[in-house]
């Protein structure tokens, strides 16, 4: 796959109709979004860092020339001031309020950590705002293949959701399907 940075976005009023369809990743600093992107793409494009918050643009990465990714900055804990906080936030709504070829956001989470309150607050807004959205429960290769069907069994939200793991990248497969998919209907 060829994968291109086409734009970073500092400020949502920068933001230009790609022409293509767009999917956004969302979720905490630290839940895996660059390197899912690398991971999903076999490409090393997006910076990754063990270090949160060092994602601070919206990274706009064009797939094959068919769609666009989103990798917004995260959300949760960074080493950065309010200022810099309220700014990631108004970047990141503007965005998700104004793409009209907005057509899936992705709110990855750490498959140990689950949904808490700021995922549920997210997925609210983006009903508000009319927007789908998909979870991807992250590092799955982290826990037992037990924990993980236990999980799944409870998640209220499970068709709602994709399983991946970097590392062996299940749940490739399903998610690069589910993109193809969306391309596709939208001919």
């Known amino acids: 796959m060829k994968v291109n940075l086409i734009k970073c976005l500092y400020n949502s009023l920068e933001y230009k109709d790609t022409g293509l369809t767009e999917f ?3 979720g905490r600093s630290n839940s895996g979004k660059s390197s899912m992107i690398n991971a ?3 490409c090393n494009i997006a910076k990754v860092s063990k270090t949160p918050g060092k994602t601070r643009t919206i990274n706009l990465y064009s797939v094959d020339d068919k769609y666009v990714i989103a990798d917004l900055p995260g959300y949760g804990y960074a080493k950065v001031d309010n200022e810099t906080i ?3 936030k108004n970047l990141i709504e503007g965005y998700l309020k104004n793409s009209k070829r907005l057509d899936t956001v992705f709110i990855l989470t750490d498959v ?6 700021d995922e549920m ?11 789908n959205y998909r979870i991807i429960f992250t590092k799955i290769d982290k826990i037992s293949k037990n924990e993980l069907n236990l999980i799944k069994k ?3 939200l499970d068709e709602y959701t994709f399983y991946f793991s970097c590392l062996t990248k299940e749940g490739k497969q399903e998610i690069l ?3 193809a998919a969306k391309c596709l209907s939208k001919k």
């Not at 140990?112 to 309150?117: A, F, K, V």
């Not at 607050?121 to 927007?131: A, H």
Request: proline share 3%; glycine share 4%; aromatic share 16%.
């Open 112 to 117: 140990r950590r689950g949904l808490d309150s």
């Open 40 to 42: 999903l793409f076999n």
């Open 24 to 26: 956004a990743f969302a």
């Open 154 to 156: 409870n998640n209220p």
């Open 86 to 88: 309220i700014h990631w």
């Open 121 to 131: 607050i997210l997925i609210d807004w983006l009903k508000t705002i009319k927007k």
């Open 177 to 179: 399907k589910y993109l």
